[in-house]
């Protein structure tokens, strides 16, 4: 694609009630519609593509397609992401990889977006729409630091609040509307028949995102986005950079996994709750074990004083009651983080 055909570059993503939502902003463009959209919805890995395909397809007149690397953009085109994988944008092209996952998800709507931001800074047309948890906040603030413009779906109005909330929280958005508004606006920003003005995105931005692109990075490239934290990556153990870009920190390990500071959070407390699960198996096994030594048992030849092992029994008993005691408050203080929340 020749690059100064390139009017817009629009970002679409969404999660949990993001069908209806996608469905809503793409109804009212026209066929001709003088702009590229690159959609990314969180799918399972083992989802079909050509069912997403014809569920969006069904709502617009604009060819949509699922995504492939390589693929040269065109203007009136739909590119969904693939399950399973990353959609990125780079010059020109399109890049799908199998990279790592950013807050648990791939394909992530933050890799999108900052992809887009890289490369097309104030040409970026980001749009945040129904969706549950963290994805989509720094890539939206990558896109207003770059010159693009940020739209999110009206909190009240979506099914699933988190993902709109998130980004209102930390980014100043240009416009905040109904699913259903939001295409309107895409046909009025591209009848203003101005052109994009070329702000260079920040040099964070573009390594991020070119980090993503190699699916490989190095020590010293992370730390240059951030501050070496003593936390580890929860999916590869791997040491974790603490990146201050956006309003709330953001944990990189050098692998490629991101994380939002609450999600961190999350997969600590649920490591915590799984080692002790564990160490709950290990001892009622050892208990077990234990009470079979103490049994008549005519043919063993390793006998333990039954009252020695019926006092480590006790003590195996009481301590693996403490544990549990230790599981149901850490389930209640989790409860109850999420119905402040709510």
């Not at 009622?284 to 063993?300: A, D």
Request: charged share 25%.
């Amino acid at each position: 694609m020749i690059e100064n055909e390139i009017k817009k570059i629009i970002t679409i993503g969404a999660s949990a009630g993001g069908f209806g939502a996608v469905s809503k902003v793409l109804t009212h463009l026209p066929e001709n519609f003088p702009a590229a959209i690159f959609i990314v919805i969180h799918i399972g890995k083992d989802a079909s593509n050509q069912i997403i395909l014809n569920t969006i397809q069904k709502s617009t007149r604009l060819k949509c397609e699922i995504a492939f690397d390589g693929c040269e953009i065109e203007n009136s085109v739909v590119y969904i992401a693939p399950a399973d994988h990353h959609l990125m944008v780079d010059k020109g092209t399109i890049l799908v990889k199998n990279g790592a996952t950013e807050n648990n998800w791939r394909p992530s709507i933050d890799v999108l977006f900052r992809s887009a931001a890289a490369n097309y800074d104030s040409c970026v047309i980001g749009i945040v729409l129904s969706g549950l948890l963290y994805d989509g906040t720094s890539g939206m603030n990558a896109i207003k630091r770059s010159g693009g413009v940020c739209i999110v779906q009206d909190p009240n109005e979506a099914q699933f609040a988190d993902m709109p909330q998130n980004v209102l929280s930390n980014v100043s958005v240009d416009h905040q509307v109904s699913a259903e508004e939001i295409g309107y606006i895409l046909i009025d920003l591209l009848a203003e028949k101005k052109p994009c003005i070329p702000k260079e995105s920040p040099k964070d931005v573009k390594l991020e995102a070119e980090i993503t692109k190699r699916m490989s990075s190095n020590v010293d490239e992370v730390e240059q986005l951030g501050v070496k934290t003593n936390f580890t990556c929860p999916d590869c153990g791997g040491m974790l950079t603490k990146i201050n870009t956006d309003k709330e920190p953001r944990y990189k390990c050098f692998t490629g996994h991101v994380y939002s500071e609450a999600l961190l959070g999350k997969l600590q407390d649920k490591n915590i709750e799984n080692s002790i699960w564990v160490a709950i198996r290990m001892m009622e096994e050892r208990k077990n074990l234990l009470n079979s030594l103490s049994e008549n048992n005519p043919n063993s030849t390793q006998k333990i004083p039954s009252n020695n092992n019926s006092d480590r029994v006790n003590f195996l008993s009481e301590h693996i009651e403490r544990l549990k005691t230790l599981l149901t408050d850490i389930g209640s203080v989790n409860s109850n983080k999420q119905a402040n929340k709510d």
